[in-house]
């Protein structure tokens, strides 16, 4: 019953479906850095997140626009954008000195070879420690993007060792 002196609503963020508090508090207690993997409908986000009492502090952040720098043509959001952005960002977080970190997907449905284990899979490419299962990550072909309609004109795993020795 939604009335009556006793009710207490649920927290905004809860009832929209944004925040799952309980596995934010789990997180939160780790203490560690939290590599943060968003989608939209046209780009990929990855940040690197300390909590702090005032409010989280973003210590370093990429999106999948930023590959137009280095030369991406291709879709921002698909999975070889994922992974790159998960490399431009673990390069950052890098420079920072992050040297660990543990993966928040948020409320996103964790399946197999999905965009956002690609993301990581870039951040663990780039040198950071994130544990996270081998058997999630996308498959090679699938970061090449061989599986894609309009295939991505620069090989994706050079343009990985370009971000990562720092050429634009």
């Given at each position: 019953?939604?009335?009556?002196?006793?009710?207490?609503?649920?927290?905004?963020?809860?009832?929209?479906?944004?925040?799952d508090y309980r596995k934010?508090?789990?997180l939160l207690k780790s203490r560690k850095v939290r590599a943060v993997v968003r989608r939209s409908l046209k780009y990929?986000?990855?940040?690197?997140?300390?909590?702090?009492?005032?409010g989280d502090e973003v210590l370093a952040s990429a999106t999948s626009k930023e590959l137009e720098k280095y030369g991406w043509d291709a879709s921002k959001d698909t999975t070889p954008a994922a992974y790159l952005t998960g490399v431009l960002a673990g390069k950052r977080a890098k420079e920072k000195g992050i040297e660990?970190?543990?993966a928040d997907i948020g409320r996103y449905t964790a399946s197999k070879g999905c965009?956002?284990?690609?993301?990581?899979k870039g951040i663990i490419d780039a040198g950071v420690h994130?544990?996270?299962s081998e058997e999630v990550f996308p498959s090679e072909d699938r970061i090449k993007g061989e599986h894609l309609e309009k295939k991505p004109k620069i090989?994706?795993?050079?343009?990985?060792?370009?971000?990562?020795?720092?050429?634009k």
């Open positions: 019953m939604k009335q009556g002196p006793r009710y207490i609503p649920p927290f905004k963020r809860r009832r929209l479906g944004i925040t934010r508090k789990n990929i986000t990855v940040q690197f997140i300390r909590y702090n009492e005032k660990e970190c543990i965009r956002v284990f690609a993301a990581i994130c544990p996270c090989d994706v795993f050079e343009l990985r060792d370009k971000i990562i020795g720092g050429e």
